[in-house]
């Protein structure tokens, strides 16, 4: 009875320290298993939890498909973008769509740009979320 307690004390503390992020896809049906892909990728980080689920809800901060290679007026070439809200924006391009989302994710966890790992500013496809990348999360 004693290790059972422990163990739901454990869970606890472990749920209240770990920030869950809830993000809604609107775009094609078929990109749901890729944002899941890229969610799962910062999942394997201790100090967040990130679900997708499809289509546009309230109160959730929306991942949006845009045809072209353009997003809200950046730059040609450019693949997604988050805004301040941690609203995300993006493109099919050649950069997978779960490597431009994996990214993007990092932007609305708070993360800007850095050297290394899925938040470098120039991704060719193949970056995953790395242990620096989980780092930088407890330095938001
Ligand atoms: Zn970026």
């Given amino acids: ?3 059972l307690l422990l163990l739901a004390l454990l869970t606890l503390v472990g749920c209240a320290s770990r920030g869950e992020y809830d993000f809604a896809l609107v775009g094609p049906a078929e990109d749901l298993a890729q944002a899941q892909v890229a969610a799962d990728m910062w999942n394997g ?26 997003v809200k007026g950046q ?10 809200r941690g609203n995300i924006t993006y493109v099919h391009v050649d950069t997978p769509v779960t490597t431009i989302l994996a990214h993007e994710f990092g932007h609305a966890l708070g993360l800007d740009h850095r050297k290394d790992g899925i938040m470098r500013p120039t991704l060719r496809g193949g970056e995953t979320v790395t242990g620096n990348d989980c780092a930088a999360l407890d330095g938001r």
């Fill in 1 to 3: 009875m004693k290790q």
């Fill in 75 to 84: 730059a040609e070439g450019t693949r997604g973008y988050t805004d301040e």
């Fill in 45 to 70: 980080c201790q100090s967040v939890h990130v679900t997708v689920s499809y289509g546009a809800q309230p109160g959730k901060q929306t991942i949006t498909f845009q045809e072209g290679d353009t």
